[in-house]
């Protein structure tokens, strides 16, 4: 509650200037600050790393020098004060309310002073991204304001999870490691300002201390899940990313078969028996001819810390037991619910090529299909992403349901760190 109280002072104490509502552009080369996970949470920071103009901007304004002080200043006394405590280390890098309208107020009058880089920035970067897809329509500071309070959030979300203990969103899948106020925990937090200390002159803008807690909180659970595989246009769907160009799309029924995955239940299993079933289904309409592509996902999800990745090894499946080309597979290995199975197949559909206005078809085991086909699905992806990442979506069989992708798939959610 407090996470969506922030996100609306920034709608609040925003408003912007008539401006033509652009959004993404296939064309556009997504910007790399060495960091895959950042860059997936937070590609506002990563642009504006890029920017010396906007960096200058950032660290001379007087406000915002202030905040950078304090976060840094916090570091460097928790590497010999008596702090403890999960609470006394790292709610000091949580932005509250008032520390978020700080941040607020400085960007605005920033983006006053300086309108034409930080249009630069929106228009050259953050529109033609997709990143923000959802803000498309509004203009460009008030885009701006949503974008900066989705980096609130997300860092709020990680600090909550990850460093006090919270149980979040999906507490079975993304809890931390160990428990947070346990003797190894706490010391590993303690001396985690030590290390973050020794490197505390790079931290140089306001946002940067908060963004370098909640990254080193999240390497100390070993969740990199948003990094594996990638860039996966160059490796695991190399192939099947080659062969969109060349497809013929009137001669198929559907433009892919998208298969969500289902956990195994054990660590030494790496597909379920629900998953099988799902998977012979589908290599059935493929061999039928219905589409030539096929989206298997799910992630590192189940069990807790699991080895496997659902989609690759639905992937070795479907090449080894269904003899299908790997060129007819793509994997995303970042789902971690059938809402994001939805999501993330649009997104490698999107940003591959694949026609949008050629339907797909989603198909699965009867008890998932009930599900997907029930209204509390809808009211599920209204609640959790804020859309429904399908348009006309109409189940014609007990095991199918077809359904177009929709844009707003490509936007970045702060409240799913593991698959942003």
Same mark, same amino acid.
């Given at each position: 509650?407090?996470?969506a ?31 895959i ?5 937070f ?15 950032v ?29 006394s ?6 932005? $509250?309310p *008032?520390? @978020? &309208?700080?941040?607020? /107020?400085?960007?605005?009058?920033? #983006?006053d ?17 997709g ?13 701006l ?5 989705q ?6 979300y ?8 919270k149980?979040l ?69 190399? $192939?099947? *990313?080659? @062969? &969109?160009?060349?497809? /013929?799309?009137?001669?198929?029924? #559907? ?37 030539p ?8 999800c189940?069990p ?16 080894q037991?269904?003899q ?11 789902a971690r619910?059938t ?24 198909v ?7 599900y ?20 006309d ?15 707003e ?11 942003p």
């Amino acid at each position: 509650m407090k996470n969506a109280l922030l996100l609306g002072l920034w709608l609040v104490c925003y408003t912007g200037y008539a401006q033509t509502p652009t959004g993404y552009q296939r064309t556009y080369r997504p910007l790399s600050s060495g960091d895959i996970v950042a860059d997936k949470q937070f590609y506002l920071l990563t642009v504006i790393g890029q920017s010396a103009d906007i960096q200058r901007f950032v660290a001379k304004d007087t406000e915002l020098l202030a905040i950078w002080r304090e976060r840094v200043g916090l570091i460097n006394a928790h590497v010999a004060d008596t702090c403890r405590s999960p609470v006394s280390l790292v709610t000091g890098f949580r932005w $509250a309310p *008032a520390d @978020s &309208v700080r941040l607020q /107020v400085a960007m605005g009058r920033l #983006y006053d002073q300086h309108r034409p880089a930080f249009d630069k920035l929106v228009d050259g970067h953050l529109r033609p991204s997709g990143a923000y897809q959802r803000f498309v329509g509004l203009p460009n500071r008030e885009l701006l304001a949503r974008a900066w309070g989705q980096y609130v959030v997300g860092i709020n979300y990680i600090i909550d999870q990850y460093g006090l203990g919270k149980k979040l969103r999906y507490p079975r899948i993304d809890s931390a490691n160990y428990p947070v106020n346990g003797r190894t925990y706490r010391t590993v937090l303690k001396d985690m300002f030590a290390v973050l200390a020794e490197r505390a002159d790079s931290l140089t803008l306001a946002y940067q201390p908060s963004l370098a807690v909640a990254r080193q909180l999240m390497d100390a659970n070993d969740r990199d899940e948003p990094a594996r595989h990638e860039p996966m246009a160059q490796r695991d769907n190399r $192939a099947a *990313a080659n @062969s &969109v160009g060349k497809t /013929v799309w009137k001669n198929y029924r #559907y433009a892919a078969i998208m298969v969500p995955g289902s956990g195994p239940e054990l660590t030494t299993t790496p597909l379920s028996p629900l998953n099988k079933m799902r998977l012979d289904l589908v290599a059935a309409r493929y061999r039928a001819g219905w589409a030539p592509f096929i989206v298997v996902s799910g992630g590192y999800c189940y069990p807790f810390r699991g080895p496997y990745a659902e989609a690759v090894e639905m992937k070795r499946y479907l090449m080894q037991q269904g003899q299908l080309p790997e060129a007819a597979i793509i994997i995303d290995p970042h789902a971690r619910h059938t809402t994001t199975n939805f999501r993330n197949a649009n997104r490698l559909l999107i940003r591959y090529g694949v026609p949008m206005d050629k339907k797909c078809v989603m198909v699965s085991t009867k008890s998932q299909t009930d599900y997907v086909d029930n209204a509390a699905f809808d009211m599920r992806n209204q609640r959790e992403l804020g859309y429904l990442p399908y348009r006309d979506k109409h189940r014609i069989s007990p095991h199918d349901v077809e359904f177009y992708p929709t844009l707003e798939s490509l936007h970045l959610d702060p409240y799913d760190p593991l698959d942003p």
